[in-house]
DNA sequence: TATAATTGTATGAACATTCATTCATAATTT
DNA sequence: AAATTATGAATGAATGTTCATACAATTATA
């Protein structure tokens, strides 16, 4: 991550073209890591995986790794960076879907990405409890998980504002109310990845309306069940 | 653990007593291994915690882990189970206080057991992530888990089933309703464990009860917050 | 040809486990 | 009661393994 700003002081450097390609194909490659990396973690945890697994997966040499990161453990911090990056962007495009003036119809596209089936796959779900299960100890991982919930949050809040505020439910507090909504999804989340009785992205989806459903009850129809 | 029997037949052989004392003694310096290893786990991960943490914790040698378990996944098995069993003791002691009738109290009794100090320490909590984030590589945490899960949920179930007959909301499922209240517990579980804004457990405790009265609105009163 | 990228082995640090020894207490014998 | 023997808990240094990192050799690219 940090060897970006070289590559383009290079590129400047010899005013020669190449940059697009050759950025490009490094790119790929980091990408390449970090998928293997992810991969590892959900199959064997954070602390199981070795650097040699990553390389195997990745169909890597382990010495490619020094190169493309300072190390393990920036390989690591760049893959909860990048998965927290997803989902940021997952909820974005989204509540883009959902428009810019119904309030429920925002909060509903936000908590359903949650379940997208490309942000909600057993395996990334892993990986978020891999990393929470280290947050304590890891004051990297807990700064990057700090930047994205500053701005999830806030988004949730907003949004639980405006429709306390359009819905007329003076009684809830925004603030409040959207911890209990993350808490929800985060908690259903677990459900996922531990229930036995392994529930589906639609039923969790469905857990999730219901608990929009019964904390806006005026606006029931706008958090109904899909058909 | 598995001496118990032994040391009950030496007792039935010889006839004479003293396992009492020698078998105290034991449990008691178990105890403190496993106590010691939830404190390392909440401080360093399940990864980074080594057994001579543990041994220095627990003032022991290391050398002594392996005389009381058969080696630090042991330990860690039965520190597990401990936690899982404490919580169990906890929620089941906070309902027999509710009684036996008042399906709204008992169950308002189960939800907030989650956040009673002795269980809602964010040292134990950590531990609870710690545990979860290994869950999908270990099998052994996983059955020890969905052992206590398999209680944990029919109680919970049962609770709902009864109030939604009792209180006459015909339009909720059991089953759903007991998912999305577990969902939320634990979810506030993690924004203990993660919030920037580290909210009390009272806050918590109130949070949890918001989603009790939005589910079942027939009987805020006996959701309400505490004074 | 010069430069950059890739590879896989070498290295040593960190670690869990093993085990010979010590020591306090209990059991047995006088 | 005193002396002797037996027991097993406790210890920590020794052992062998695992792993991340460094680096020298090799291959690809420009």
New binding site residues.
Partial sequence: MENVDSQAE?ARWRG?A?PQ??EA??AQ?QQQLILAAIDCISRKGIG??????I?RVA??????????F????ALFSAALQQMAQEFETAWRADMALAGTHDAAARLRAFLLAYFRADVCQRKKVAVWFAYWGEVRARPRYRAICAEFDLVHDTMLRDLCASLIQEGGYAELDPARTAKTLAALAQGLWLEHLTGSDGLSRDELSMHALLGLRALFPHDADAFADPA
Same sequence: chains 1, 2.
């Fill in positions: 290079k020669r190449k390609a050759a194909k490094r490659r199981d995986t070795t650097v040699a697994d390389a169909d890597m040499a382990v010495g490619s790794i020094t190169q493309y300072t190390g393990k453990d």
